[in-house]
């Protein structure tokens, strides 16, 4: 009695599920998650899209998920599956994030539109966000090595902006100021995805990473890059400028993760 007493206890030991563990984040942020198993092949999914994970040996993983900058507050499954098995189930709380105000004054052009402007920036934007989806193939690693150029951060990331005094979209990344004719560096190695002149972004590069990273740079007063271009880390992208809608020399500094719009400084090393 005392034996088989013993041998249940050692089973239920050894089928119990590991104990959930819970991840942190506000809105906007790239969580780094971990988990253990010990097999080749796993999958990572969270609030309904696949994240990239690695493989960092004897049994250990490392996930990244991207919080969008409105994702609802809440409780969000992690689920950890191999061979459509759940392996795993651990949990996101993500929190309301707190955003500052930002106003700014632009003349009537850049902030009210006729028809052939307004198709011009829906264009524009439908081509920008197409880049979001382009596929590159690159190693598993979601961080950035530093910020493209120093500088004053003028407006942060998920700022209310008002234009004119009229309510805009939050904004979706950070703007840098610096002088005009500041070096960009790209703060990680990838291909260009979109060379453009945009009425509003002014000229435009975006960088696809792999893993459905990509980070876009904006307002610059010169780039010699073109779509296809592969860029190292470190290596120079343009130079800082005013093109589009800017009240001065700055650069917009964005972040896509699987379209999530995540605030860039959240990647940083």
């Known amino acids: 009695m005392k034996l088989s007493l013993f041998w249940t206890c050692i089973?239920?030991?050894?089928?119990?599920?590991?104990?959930?563990a819970?991840?942190?984040?506000?809105?906007?942020?790239?969580?780094?998650?971990?988990?253990?198993?010990?097999?080749?092949y796993l999958t990572l999914t969270c609030m309904g899209k696949s994240w990239p994970l690695k493989s960092l040996g004897h049994g250990k993983w490392r996930g990244w998920i991207g919080v969008d900058l409105k994702q609802k507050p809440g409780k969000y499954?992690?689920?950890?599956?191999?061979?459509?098995k759940t392996v795993a189930n651990d949990f996101l709380l993500v929190a309301k994030g707190t955003f500052r105000i930002s106003h700014i004054e632009v003349s009537r052009k850049m902030a009210v539109f006729d028809k052939p402007t307004l198709a011009r920036i829906r264009r524009e934007v439908k081509a920008l966000?197409?880049?979001?989806?382009?596929?590159?193939?690159?190693?598993?690693?979601?961080?950035?090595?530093?910020?493209?150029?120093?500088?004053i951060v003028s407006t942060p990331f998920g700022a209310q902006r008002f234009v004119n005094g009229e309510p805009r979209s939050p904004h979706s990344g950070i703007d840098i100021a610096a002088p005009a004719g500041t070096i960009i560096r790209a703060p990680l190695a990838g291909r260009v995805l979109l060379v453009a002149d945009?009425?509003?972004?002014?000229?435009t590069v975006a960088i696809g990473h792999g893993n459905g990273l990509v980070s876009v740079y904006s307002?610059?007063?010169?780039t010699t890059l073109k779509k296809g271009d592969w860029i190292e880390t470190g290596q120079q992208i343009g130079e800082v400028g005013a093109t589009g809608r800017a009240t001065?020399?700055?650069l917009h500094w964005g972040v896509r993760f699987h379209n999530a719009r995540v605030n860039p400084d959240s990647m940083l090393q």
Not at 11 to 20: G, K, S, Y
Not at 198 to 203: C, I
Not at 219 to 222: P, S, T
């Open 22 to 40: 819970e991840w942190q984040a506000i809105q906007g942020d790239v969580v780094t998650v971990a988990t253990t198993y010990d097999g080749k």
């Open 77 to 84: 499954n992690i689920i950890w599956k191999a061979a459509k």
């Open 198 to 203: 945009m009425y509003l972004n002014g000229k």
């Open 129 to 151: 966000k197409a880049s979001y989806r382009e596929q590159v193939a690159a190693k598993p690693d979601i961080v950035m090595q530093f910020r493209p150029i120093d500088g």
């Open 219 to 222: 307002h610059m007063r010169l």
């Open 248 to 250: 001065g020399p700055h």
């Open 11 to 20: 089973v239920l030991l050894w089928t119990a599920p590991l104990q959930a």
